[in-house]
């Protein structure tokens, strides 16, 4: 049997009308394509489940949220198709959590890289402590945030989009990121944060079903296209994750690890 620690896990629990999903990976939380698939899978059937009234996505740890995209998955890609899969992952999660009728609360905890910071662009409300800094490191291995890209500049807007994509090195603060517009709120403490996020839930638990699903529905106006976009995105990195720059960033990257 294989150890479920090593290869991460997502989790459900439903309490009170609050349906909290958990991801966890050893590595950062880090999250490779089965992962992703289980993600996606849970917050379809949290959205569908009648006795749900509000989600929030989180992850296990303290210190990082999610360190985005498998670099064991990436460099294992050897052929368009299954880099083309692997980054439809992400997209996935990303039009699950955008057609999901419930509002989706962020627990941010810790940093967010890459796909980490689409999964919190992509929340409807993103509650983070003042340890949640933000980068997009795509270019930096060669890539680029194609897919997240879209969930990224509806939250915060082209311009610091863009600054993240092509600052790809280097890390910005929570408070930076709520200043643009990514997070909501920032708290100094883990435990403030936990206990921001309950009372929201609590409230939103509270309200009216059907009112909560059309301000959703409003909210996400004009990204009726995102099934045929991101799949496009897909394919641009699935590209990119073959050549040869980007084979060894990774591989540089993996050893700085």
Partial sequence: MQDKTKLGSVDTVVRG??????????????????????????ITEAGQNEGVKVIILQS??????????????????????????????????????????????????????GGGVGLCAATDYCI?????????????????????????????????????AINATEWQTAQW?????????????????????AHLAEKLSASNPEAMRLLKQVSWEGTENWRILLEER????????LSDFTVKAIEQFKQKA
Wanted: net charge positive; charged share 20%; proline share 3%.
């Fill in 60 to 113: 296990e740890g303290d210190r990082s949220f999610c360190a985005g995209a498998s670099f064991d998955e990436l460099i294992s890609i050897k052929d368009f198709e299954t880099g083309k899969r692997f980054f439809l992952g992400f997209a996935n999660v990303i039009n699950a959590m955008r057609e999901c009728p419930k509002f989706i609360i962020g627990r941010v905890q810790g940093k967010a890289v």
């Fill in 128 to 164: 983070a402590t003042k340890w949640a800094s933000v980068k997009l490191s795509e270019l930096a291995v060669g890539i680029g945030p194609f897919v997240v890209g879209p969930a990224v500049e509806r939250k915060m807007g082209k311009s610091a989009m863009t600054h993240l």
């Fill in 234 to 241: 897909a394919a641009m990195s699935g590209r990119l994750v």
């Fill in 177 to 197: 990121a709520k200043d643009k517009g990514l997070f909501n709120e920032v708290f100094e403490t883990l435990e403030q944060t936990d206990a921001y996020v």
């Fill in 17 to 42: 009308g609050i349906a909290t999903i958990t991801f966890g990976h050893p590595a950062h939380n880090s999250l490779p394509g089965r992962l992703l698939g289980q993600l996606a899978g849970a």
